[in-house]
Protein backbone atom coordinates (compact mmCIF):
# COMPACT_ATOMS: atom_id res chain seq x y z
CA UNK A 1 0.00 0.00 0.00
CA UNK A 2 1.08 3.46 -0.50
CA UNK A 3 0.09 5.59 2.80
CA UNK A 4 2.08 8.70 1.57
CA UNK A 5 2.88 9.50 -2.09
CA UNK A 6 2.17 7.60 -4.80
CA UNK A 7 4.82 5.50 -6.98
CA UNK A 8 5.10 5.54 -10.92
CA UNK A 9 3.07 2.66 -11.90
CA UNK A 10 5.74 1.41 -14.43
CA UNK A 11 8.05 1.37 -11.91
CA UNK A 12 6.28 0.38 -9.38
CA UNK A 13 5.18 -2.90 -11.58
CA UNK A 14 8.95 -3.56 -12.07
CA UNK A 15 9.04 -3.82 -7.69
CA UNK A 16 6.36 -5.77 -6.93
CA UNK A 17 7.45 -8.08 -9.87
CA UNK A 18 10.91 -8.61 -8.06
CA UNK A 19 8.84 -8.96 -4.93
CA UNK A 20 7.25 -11.41 -6.37
CA UNK A 21 9.94 -13.57 -7.33
CA UNK A 22 11.00 -14.37 -3.85
CA UNK A 23 8.01 -16.29 -4.15
CA UNK A 24 5.48 -13.90 -2.25
CA UNK A 25 1.92 -13.43 -2.99
CA UNK A 26 0.84 -9.88 -3.56
CA UNK A 27 -2.26 -8.34 -2.20
CA UNK A 28 -2.91 -4.76 -3.61
CA UNK A 29 -4.76 -1.42 -1.38
CA UNK A 30 -7.80 -0.59 -3.00
CA UNK A 31 -6.40 2.78 -3.18
CA UNK A 32 -2.97 2.39 -4.27
CA UNK A 33 -3.05 4.36 -7.24
CA UNK A 34 -5.19 7.17 -6.63
CA UNK A 35 -3.62 10.79 -6.73
CA UNK A 36 -4.64 13.41 -4.49
CA UNK A 37 -1.49 16.23 -5.21
CA UNK A 38 1.18 15.04 -3.62
CA UNK A 39 -0.54 11.99 -1.97
CA UNK A 40 -1.60 8.94 -3.01
CA UNK A 41 -5.11 9.26 -2.34
CA UNK A 42 -7.21 11.11 0.21
CA UNK A 43 -6.04 10.54 3.91
CA UNK A 44 -9.34 8.69 4.85
CA UNK A 45 -9.09 6.42 1.95
CA UNK A 46 -5.08 5.21 2.73
CA UNK A 47 -5.83 4.97 6.67
CA UNK A 48 -9.28 2.65 5.26
CA UNK A 49 -6.44 0.72 3.04
CA UNK A 50 -3.91 0.30 6.11
CA UNK A 51 -6.89 -0.91 8.68
CA UNK A 52 -7.96 -3.66 5.61
CA UNK A 53 -4.26 -4.76 5.55
CA UNK A 54 -3.70 -4.73 9.35
CA UNK A 55 -7.40 -6.24 9.80
CA UNK A 56 -6.87 -9.37 6.86
CA UNK A 57 -6.14 -12.91 7.80
CA UNK A 58 -4.66 -13.34 4.69
CA UNK A 59 -2.23 -10.57 4.57
CA UNK A 60 1.18 -11.69 6.76
CA UNK A 61 3.15 -8.70 6.17
CA UNK A 62 2.62 -4.76 4.88
CA UNK A 63 5.09 -3.71 2.54
CA UNK A 64 5.00 0.31 1.11
CA UNK A 65 5.27 1.95 -2.20
CA UNK A 66 7.34 4.91 -1.10
CA UNK A 67 7.92 7.51 1.01
CA UNK A 68 7.48 11.06 0.25
CA UNK A 69 4.87 13.11 2.23
CA UNK A 70 1.76 12.83 4.08
CA UNK A 71 1.55 9.56 6.20
CA UNK A 72 1.42 11.74 9.29
CA UNK A 73 -1.88 13.23 7.88
CA UNK A 74 -3.16 9.93 9.00
CA UNK A 75 -2.95 9.56 12.53
CA UNK A 76 -6.56 11.36 13.29
CA UNK A 77 -8.14 8.54 10.84
CA UNK A 78 -6.35 5.37 12.36
CA UNK A 79 -7.62 2.70 14.98
CA UNK A 80 -4.58 2.07 16.94
CA UNK A 81 -6.86 -0.73 18.52
CA UNK A 82 -7.08 -2.27 15.81
CA UNK A 83 -3.37 -2.49 14.30
CA UNK A 84 -2.70 -3.37 18.30
CA UNK A 85 -4.74 -6.30 18.03
CA UNK A 86 -3.48 -7.76 14.70
CA UNK A 87 0.42 -6.90 14.76
CA UNK A 88 2.28 -8.06 12.07
CA UNK A 89 5.56 -6.73 9.47
CA UNK A 90 5.25 -3.15 8.72
CA UNK A 91 8.40 -2.57 6.25
CA UNK A 92 9.04 1.04 4.80
CA UNK A 93 11.54 4.38 6.04
CA UNK A 94 11.56 7.77 4.92
CA UNK A 95 8.18 9.00 5.20
CA UNK A 96 7.39 5.72 6.73
CA UNK A 97 9.03 6.53 9.66
CA UNK A 98 5.72 8.81 11.03
CA UNK A 99 4.20 5.41 10.83
CA UNK A 100 6.36 3.29 12.11
CA UNK A 101 7.32 5.33 15.51
CA UNK A 102 3.36 6.13 16.20
CA UNK A 103 2.95 1.86 16.03
CA UNK A 104 5.51 1.61 18.47
CA UNK A 105 4.56 4.01 20.88
CA UNK A 106 0.74 3.80 20.42
CA UNK A 107 0.62 -0.15 19.52
CA UNK A 108 3.64 -1.31 20.81
CA UNK A 109 4.56 -2.85 17.51
CA UNK A 110 7.99 -3.23 16.30
CA UNK A 111 8.36 -2.49 12.68
CA UNK A 112 11.11 -2.80 9.96
CA UNK A 113 13.34 0.24 8.74
CA UNK A 114 13.31 -1.51 5.05
CA UNK A 115 12.92 -1.45 1.88
CA UNK A 116 10.53 -0.53 -0.50
CA UNK A 117 8.71 -1.29 -3.68
CA UNK A 118 9.72 1.57 -6.10
CA UNK A 119 12.19 2.85 -4.00
CA UNK A 120 14.10 -0.39 -3.88
CA UNK A 121 13.07 -3.43 -5.06
CA UNK A 122 12.23 -1.90 -8.53
CA UNK A 123 16.36 -0.94 -8.62
CA UNK A 124 17.49 -4.35 -8.27
CA UNK A 125 19.36 -4.27 -5.27
CA UNK A 126 22.00 -5.69 -3.84
CA UNK A 127 21.27 -8.96 -2.87
CA UNK A 128 22.86 -8.88 0.52
CA UNK A 129 20.34 -6.53 1.29
CA UNK A 130 17.08 -8.64 0.47
CA UNK A 131 18.36 -11.90 2.08
CA UNK A 132 18.98 -9.64 5.27
CA UNK A 133 15.52 -8.39 5.22
CA UNK A 134 14.10 -11.54 4.73
CA UNK A 135 16.07 -13.12 7.55
CA UNK A 136 14.58 -10.69 9.52
CA UNK A 137 10.91 -10.75 8.95
CA UNK A 138 10.61 -14.23 8.59
CA UNK A 139 12.49 -16.50 11.20
CA UNK A 140 10.71 -15.99 14.17
CA UNK A 141 14.40 -16.06 16.12
CA UNK A 142 17.00 -13.59 16.32
CA UNK A 143 18.69 -12.32 13.16
CA UNK A 144 22.13 -12.29 14.89
CA UNK A 145 25.48 -10.40 13.66
CA UNK A 146 24.47 -7.66 10.43
CA UNK A 147 27.55 -8.92 8.64
CA UNK A 148 26.95 -6.19 5.49
CA UNK A 149 30.69 -5.77 4.28
CA UNK A 150 29.84 -1.76 3.24
CA UNK A 151 29.26 -1.51 7.41
CA UNK A 152 32.75 -1.87 7.82
CA UNK A 153 33.07 1.78 5.82
CA UNK A 154 31.11 3.70 8.26
CA UNK A 155 33.54 6.18 10.76
CA UNK A 156 33.77 5.74 14.72
CA UNK A 157 33.60 8.60 16.31
CA UNK A 158 32.90 7.25 19.69
CA UNK A 159 33.95 3.85 20.64
CA UNK A 160 32.45 1.42 22.93
CA UNK A 161 29.51 -0.82 23.63
CA UNK A 162 25.42 0.11 23.46
CA UNK A 163 22.71 -1.93 24.25
CA UNK A 164 18.72 -1.09 23.78
CA UNK A 165 15.82 -0.98 21.60
CA UNK A 166 16.59 0.35 18.14
CA UNK A 167 14.57 3.48 17.82
CA UNK A 168 14.90 6.26 15.59
CA UNK A 169 14.17 6.64 11.10
CA UNK A 170 14.75 9.52 8.89
CA UNK A 171 15.77 12.50 11.36
CA UNK A 172 13.58 15.32 9.69
CA UNK A 173 10.20 12.94 10.48
CA UNK A 174 11.67 12.28 13.97
CA UNK A 175 11.69 15.88 14.89
CA UNK A 176 8.05 16.39 13.67
CA UNK A 177 7.25 14.09 16.25
CA UNK A 178 8.39 16.64 18.89
CA UNK A 179 5.28 17.93 21.22
CA UNK A 180 3.14 15.18 19.75
CA UNK A 181 1.81 11.93 21.42
CA UNK A 182 3.88 10.04 18.84
CA UNK A 183 7.30 11.27 20.14
CA UNK A 184 9.60 8.22 20.41
CA UNK A 185 10.84 7.60 23.97
CA UNK A 186 14.67 7.55 23.33
CA UNK A 187 15.45 6.83 27.24
CA UNK A 188 18.25 3.39 26.97
CA UNK A 189 17.60 3.43 22.92
CA UNK A 190 20.06 2.74 20.68
CA UNK A 191 19.28 5.71 18.22
CA UNK A 192 19.50 5.33 14.43
CA UNK A 193 18.68 8.15 11.79
CA UNK A 194 19.77 9.23 8.26
CA UNK A 195 18.02 11.63 5.72
CA UNK A 196 18.33 12.79 2.20
CA UNK A 197 18.05 16.55 0.62
CA UNK A 198 18.94 17.91 3.69
CA UNK A 199 22.19 20.51 4.49
CA UNK A 200 24.08 20.08 7.40
CA UNK A 201 22.98 23.29 8.37
CA UNK A 202 19.61 21.58 8.52
CA UNK A 203 20.39 18.48 10.19
CA UNK A 204 21.88 20.27 12.99
CA UNK A 205 18.67 21.69 13.44
CA UNK A 206 16.82 19.03 13.85
CA UNK A 207 19.66 17.18 16.48
CA UNK A 208 19.56 20.49 17.95
CA UNK A 209 15.76 20.38 18.95
CA UNK A 210 16.07 16.86 20.07
CA UNK A 211 18.82 18.02 22.33
CA UNK A 212 17.05 20.85 23.75
CA UNK A 213 13.91 18.30 24.55
CA UNK A 214 16.15 16.26 26.61
CA UNK A 215 15.32 13.26 24.25
CA UNK A 216 19.24 12.60 23.94
CA UNK A 217 20.22 12.81 27.34
CA UNK A 218 20.08 8.98 28.12
CA UNK A 219 20.06 7.18 24.76
CA UNK A 220 22.37 4.12 24.93
CA UNK A 221 24.24 5.30 21.68
CA UNK A 222 24.12 6.88 17.77
CA UNK A 223 23.88 4.52 15.03
CA UNK A 224 23.70 7.14 12.26
CA UNK A 225 23.47 7.12 8.35
CA UNK A 226 23.96 9.18 5.25
CA UNK A 227 22.51 12.69 5.20
CA UNK A 228 23.77 13.13 1.06
CA UNK A 229 22.40 16.31 -0.69
CA UNK A 230 23.35 18.48 -3.82
CA UNK A 231 24.27 22.12 -3.83
CA UNK A 232 26.96 23.77 -5.68
CA UNK A 233 30.44 23.60 -4.41
CA UNK A 234 30.18 27.63 -3.07
CA UNK A 235 27.32 26.69 -1.15
CA UNK A 236 28.71 23.46 0.12
CA UNK A 237 32.00 25.53 1.26
CA UNK A 238 29.45 27.16 3.81
CA UNK A 239 28.61 24.60 5.91
CA UNK A 240 30.30 22.79 8.71
CA UNK A 241 30.84 19.20 7.59
CA UNK A 242 28.34 16.63 8.83
CA UNK A 243 31.16 14.71 10.43
CA UNK A 244 31.63 18.26 12.55
CA UNK A 245 28.46 18.56 13.54
CA UNK A 246 28.07 15.28 15.05
CA UNK A 247 30.96 16.01 16.41
CA UNK A 248 30.12 18.81 17.80
CA UNK A 249 26.36 17.97 19.30
CA UNK A 250 26.41 14.75 19.86
CA UNK A 251 30.03 13.41 21.00
CA UNK A 252 30.22 15.51 24.07
CA UNK A 253 27.03 12.94 25.30
CA UNK A 254 30.00 10.48 25.14
CA UNK A 255 27.81 7.98 23.99
CA UNK A 256 29.34 5.09 21.25
CA UNK A 257 28.78 6.77 18.11
CA UNK A 258 29.35 5.71 14.92
CA UNK A 259 27.73 7.10 11.33
CA UNK A 260 27.73 6.03 7.44
CA UNK A 261 25.87 3.14 8.26
CA UNK A 262 23.87 2.31 4.80
CA UNK A 263 19.83 2.34 6.28
CA UNK A 264 17.64 3.91 4.71
CA UNK A 265 17.99 6.01 1.71
CA UNK A 266 20.83 4.04 0.40
CA UNK A 267 20.94 2.44 -2.69
CA UNK A 268 20.54 -1.35 -0.95
CA UNK A 269 19.54 -0.33 2.33
CA UNK A 270 20.24 -2.23 5.35
CA UNK A 271 17.23 -3.54 7.06
CA UNK A 272 16.78 -2.06 11.27
CA UNK A 273 14.19 -3.62 13.73
CA UNK A 274 12.20 -0.54 15.17
CA UNK A 275 11.92 -1.43 19.18
CA UNK A 276 14.21 -4.92 19.17
CA UNK A 277 16.99 -4.69 21.11
CA UNK A 278 19.85 -4.65 19.16
CA UNK A 279 23.91 -4.22 19.93
CA UNK A 280 26.21 -1.81 18.97
CA UNK A 281 29.51 -2.23 18.98
CA UNK A 282 31.18 1.36 17.57
CA UNK A 283 34.72 0.04 17.81
CA UNK A 284 33.76 -2.96 15.30
CA UNK A 285 31.74 -0.87 13.52
CA UNK A 286 29.22 -4.36 14.00
CA UNK A 287 25.29 -4.18 14.49
CA UNK A 288 24.29 -7.38 16.55
CA UNK A 289 19.93 -8.52 16.93
CA UNK A 290 19.21 -9.28 20.26
CA UNK A 291 15.50 -10.73 19.93
CA UNK A 292 13.56 -12.07 17.10
CA UNK A 293 11.66 -9.36 15.50
CA UNK A 294 8.70 -11.71 14.60
CA UNK A 295 7.18 -14.62 15.80
CA UNK A 296 5.66 -18.02 14.83
CA UNK A 297 2.51 -18.14 13.05
Same mark, same amino acid.
Given at each position: ????? =???? %???? /?? $???? #??? +??? &? ?99 ? =???? %???? /?? $???? #??? +??? &? ?150
Amino acid at each position: MAPAS =PGAR %DVFE /RG $IAAV #ESY +GFR &TVLGKHLFDRYGHLAGRDEDRAADLHEMFARDDVDAILCVRGGSGSIRLFRHLDWDLIAAHPKPFLGYSDITSLELAFLKKCGMPTFFAPMVTSDFAHDPW =PHCI %DLLW /RM $ICRP #EPA +GEI &TDPRCFDATTLVGGIAEGPCVGGTLALVAATLGTPFAPDLEGAVFFFEDVHESPARMERYLTQLLLTGKLDHVAGFLIGNAPYEDTDEERARYLSIEQVYADLLAPLGKPLVYGWPHGHDPSPVTLPMGISIRLDADRKSVTVLEAAVRAS
